[in-house]
């Protein structure tokens, strides 16, 4: 198992940009795929992007790509998400997540962190 916590959100325009930060205790973070998801309120959770262990392959929701960037340092047990060129819509609580494989099914992540709250204004 890992524990996972966010950090990095907050209010920013529109257009604007924020890193997010993801850190994990336990000593077997390297062997996991990470994922970034998201729920705004009153919808539900949505997936925006996931890397293997490697940080070789990685997988975007349509609606992030070419603006979010996933990326992982396994030394430091951190996988981060670059956020660009926001918008409103992206508004949501964003949580990390681990899994045995890479993927882009919530499902198959079995350790979550809190989550950490973005606000775009437009």
């Known amino acids: 198992q890992v524990q996972l916590v966010e950090s990095g959100g907050g209010l920013v325009q529109a257009g604007g940009s924020l890193r997010l930060s993801c850190a994990a205790s336990?000593?077997?973070?390297?062997?996991?795929?990470m994922g970034w998801f998201r729920q705004a309120p009153g919808k539900e959770r949505e997936f925006v992007a996931s890397?293997?262990?490697?940080?070789?392959?990685?997988y975007y929701a349509d609606s992030v790509k070419g603006r979010f960037t996933v990326s992982r340092d396994n030394a430091k047990k951190k996988v981060d998400l670059e956020m660009n060129g926001l918008k409103p819509e992206d508004t949501a609580v964003y949580h990390c997540?681990?899994?045995?494989?890479?993927?882009?099914?919530?499902?198959?992540?079995?350790?979550w962190g809190p989550g950490t709250q973005v606000t775009v204004s437009s």
């Open positions: 336990g000593r077997t973070f390297s062997s996991y795929a």
């Open positions: 890397i293997n262990w490697s940080g070789g392959i990685t």
């Open positions: 997540a681990a899994s045995p494989r890479v993927s882009v099914i919530d499902a198959d992540f079995h350790s």
